[in-house]
């Protein structure tokens, strides 16, 4: 049994597309629903009488933005039963397999921005197995966190400059994990969520599935468009705004002290709730000072942490800091619908690294920055038309390609054994061709064998008659600015 999409809910997802010419505007908004995973994939797209008609356009129009889709890969016919969507490169580079590792072995998988374990992480671990016996005679159930933990991390907000008791921290299963919470707890049906696009995906998807519209607003490579946000803000007055401060992934931008200042009272002013995910806050790379937290200009903000980016993924742990603004026990029922509390194996190990982070802190940093240097370089060399902003920190650059092809490069660097991921995956409503992220949390040897890949393949996806012709559309957009929709 095929699934299909009605033609109605095609024409409400394609919204307005360029219709010079139409069937190539068609098949670009078809191609991004379909890279974004918006439109499944092996899904029937609707009759071609039905889609011009429901689209007001002629049949022809139709028929041939279906067979540019299937030139492009994006859509396979099949005699009698219809037009299926497709990616390049089949399922495995599908939107929603997009973060998981690759399955196929020998590949250089560069869609994850989270680096191998420092030393250390094995020490803790056993230290947290020795001070285990203590705990046997309870429940082991911590649905707020092991109270040393709660502690521990309220004081490195302490330390930042954010007074944080430790009863209003709640430890979760990743910052993944209380991103869900928060989204479960402070979102409703329908509500307006204001978001930056690129974004991180698994948390606007959070977001959505708590019921949210989310409302884009664009981060592009210079930086937050922050009159454009705040006038949004002003505007629609998002009940949430879910926004990456520091390092943000993809750009690895970090909004100054001042742009907080201005968005904080903003969003205080709209009685917006600010969901601050600080994932990638303590990976400052360059031994610069962070700006304060944004929760400092918005007092009533979530503010979500995470070991996962300069300690280890594996931790699985991450938190959430309540203001009292927003009341625990809210954030609480939402956590209990998903879990008790995190491990607490892993509780105690983190209790351990937060009392002496400096050492591994020093050799996160210390290998982040040398593999960044030997990506950029690397770059450099081989793909010297690639746009890329050296940012200060975090784990990821953020490229910018001389024509859109992101989806088209994406699936032959994985032919050819190198997983990075493409623009559209972090776009929040379509487009983002332009844009690959590369994390530089892999060894340096593997991140130069990558690029040389990637050279190679550049060279071949650039010469195609696809992106020729994407290139020519593109020239003829009036702005240049990163969100195309
Ligand atoms: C911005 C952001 N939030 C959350 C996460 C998820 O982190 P965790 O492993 O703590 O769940 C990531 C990981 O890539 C991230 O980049």
Redesign the pocket.
Known sequence: MHRSIPSRRLVELLGVFERTPAYVGLADALTVLIGDGRIALDVRLPSERDLAAGLGVSRTTVTRAYALLVETGFAVATRGAGTFTRVPGGRSRAHDQALTPSRHSGVIDLTC??ATAPPGIAEAYAAAAAELPAYLGGHGYFPVGLPALQEAIAATYAERGLPTRPDQIMVTS????A?AVAAQALVGTGDRVLVETPT?P??AEALRRAGGRLVPVPVDPDGWDLDGTIATVRQSRPRAAYL?PDFQ?PTGLVMSGPERERLGAALTRAGTVAIV?E??QGLALDGQEMPPPLARFAPGAVT?G???KLFW?GLRI?WLRVPDEVTMDRLVASRLSVDLGSPLIEQLAMVRLLADPGPLRAAQVDRLRRQRSALVAALSERLPAWEVRVPAGGLCLWCRLPVPAASTLVAAAERGGVAIAAGPIFAVDGGLERFVRIPYARPEAELVAAVEVLAEVWAEVSRSRTVERAAGRTARRASDRVIVA
């Open positions: 921005a989270a990743g910052a993944l994990g991103a991180y698994n948390a990456m992934n995910d994932a990638h979500i995470s070991a996962s993924g991450g």
